[in-house]
T-cell receptor, first 114, second 111 residues
């Protein structure tokens, strides 16, 4: 089967740095994606790592180690608007006649305090 | 360029009823996947459609079925609704094997 583990909740103050870890067990692995979801909204894409290393996009960075089946999302210079749930998701497929599908972790709720 | 759209936005049904949800993919995309997201959980993959055929399926019963039309839009049908089917239903679209974009979702409440 496939499974992803991430912390359920993180609390931090404005301006701080938060790291959300994600470990996974899966087959047919293509890469690890990160999504942000505000209450009542749909997931929005943040980043994608197919290869080992760090990807930086503004205040957010994502890291992947394929050999360790591990990745993390780094949120820097936290702002109040960053309060949301963050999901790691493995992009994989189950056969030649199939495109990519996403298997999500349970999500990490980030609460940013003033 | 319109993104992924879904209809309706919200829906209330009673147990035992049937429901149809709709998804229009982003322009140029040919693959649609459906996900169910229960409150407080991550989205769970239901199935994927490409070239009007179901290509992959998650661990959902046969009460969940779908269809893809020649214009690549898709429907998700759920029969014999249960209370546990209450969730946010998301679709994403992609150009086969490419980046995936989510629609805003349909909030289904089963009473």
């Amino acid at each position: 089967g496939q499974s992803l583990e991430q912390p359920s909740e993180v609390t931090a103050v404005e301006g701080a740095i938060v790291q959300i870890n994600c470990t996974y067990q899966t087959s047919g692995f293509y890469g690890l994606s990160w999504y942000q979801q505000h209450d009542g909204g749909a997931p929005t894409f943040l980043s994608y790592n197919a290869l080992d290393g760090l990807e930086e996009t503004g205040r957010f960075s994502s890291f992947l180690s394929r050999s360790d089946s591990y990745g993390y999302l780094l949120l820097q210079e936290l702002q109040m608007k960053d309060s949301a749930s963050y999901f790691c998701a493995v992009r994989d497929h189950t056969g030649e006649a199939a495109g990519n599908k996403l298997t999500f972790g349970g999500g990490t709720r980030v609460l940013v305090k003033p | 360029d319109a993104g992924v759209t879904q209809s309706p936005t919200h829906l209330i049904k009673t147990r035992g009823q049937q429901v149809t949800l709709r998804c229009s993919p982003k322009s140029g995309h040919d693959t649609v996947s459906w996900y169910q997201q229960a409150l407080g959980q991550g989205p769970q993959f239901i199935f994927q459609y490409y070239e009007e055929e179901e290509r992959q399926r998650g661990n959902f019963p046969d009460r969940f079925s779908g269809h893809q039309f020649p214009n690549y839009s898709s429907e998700l049908n759920v029969n014999a609704l249960l209370l546990g089917d209450s969730a946010l239903y998301l679709c994403d679209s992609s150009l086969y094997g490419g980046e995936q974009f989510f629609g805003p979702g349909t909030r289904l409440t089963v009473l």
